[in-house]
Antibody, heavy 118, light 110 residues
Framework: VQLVESGGGLVQPGGSLRLSCAAS????????MVWVRQGPGKGLEWVSV???????NYAESVKDRFTISRDISKNMVYLEMNSLRAEDTAVYYC?????????????WGQGTLVTVSS | QSVLTQPPSVSAAPGQKVTISCSGTSSNIGNNYVSWYQHLPGTAPKLLIYDNNERPSGIPDRFSGSKSGTSATLGITGLESGDEANYYCGAWDTSLTFMVFGGGTDLTVL
């Protein structure tokens, strides 16, 4: 199993960016997939999830600005980020979700850095 | 501010044991299962413990997890310099309907 994120970079406040997560070793519609971010000097923060069923959820801080999606044919997961704010500056990680008795994330990518600054 | 509470840092000598605590509420740890992650800056976080005390294949038994009430603990025995990293606890939050994390604990092996 491998996850590789891309698409990060420097963007001005109010701008947009699309992050990509290339998955290998499994298919993205057999597990739930999440985006988790870590701001500078901060801990991990869950951002969004897309379940195997296709159901989606977002953290309140990004709702109505971010959109998660997947392309099963390409085995990719995406995070479209609009109306970016300085507080969205973070390393964004893609992770595979799993479940036994509880939820957990068993594989993570190395992350892609998003910097929102003028 | 993180939903789960962890100490910012812990330290111990090589070969010694260290524990890292994680405190939550009935909405998360109290009624759901805890996972633990090891993270070295610039690398992918690694799953250490899931379902409170289960280790994925490949994780040595030096790492252990436990839970009691609304708190959980990660234990690491036989400390090695390679264990220096940030450690995060996570748990599903029934009210928020997503995974919440602790703020992370920076482990230093003296």
């Amino acid at each position: 199993v491998q996850l590789v994120e891309s698409g990060g970079g420097l963007v001005q406040p109010g701008g947009s960016l699309r992050l990509s997560c290339a998955a290998s070793g499994f298919t993205v519609n057999t597990n739930y997939m999440v985006w988790v971010r870590q701001g500078p000097g901060k801990g991990l923060e869950w951002v969004s999830v897309i379940y195997a069923s296709g159901s989606i959820n977002y953290a309140e801080s990004v709702k109505d600005r971010f959109t998660i999606s997947r392309d099963i044919s390409k085995n990719m997961v995406y995070l479209e980020m609009n109306s970016l704010r300085a507080e969205d500056t973070a390393v964004y990680y893609c992770a595979r979700g799993n479940w036994n008795y509880g939820y957990y994330f068993d594989y993570w990518g190395q992350g892609t850095l998003v910097t929102v600054s003028s | 501010q993180s939903v789960l509470t962890q100490p910012p840092s812990v330290s111990a000598a090589p070969g010694q044991k260290v524990t890292i605590s994680c405190s939550g509420t009935s909405s998360n740890i109290g009624n759901n299962y805890v996972s633990w992650y090891q993270h070295l800056p610039g690398t992918a976080p690694k799953l250490l413990i899931y379902d409170n005390n289960e280790r994925p294949s490949g994780i040595p038994d030096r790492f252990s997890g436990s839970k009691s009430g609304t708190s959980a603990t990660l234990g690491i025995t036989g400390l090695e310099s390679g264990d220096e990293a940030n450690y995060y606890c996570g748990a599903w939050d029934t009210s928020l309907t997503f995974m919440v994390f602790g703020g992370g604990t920076d482990l230093t092996v003296l």
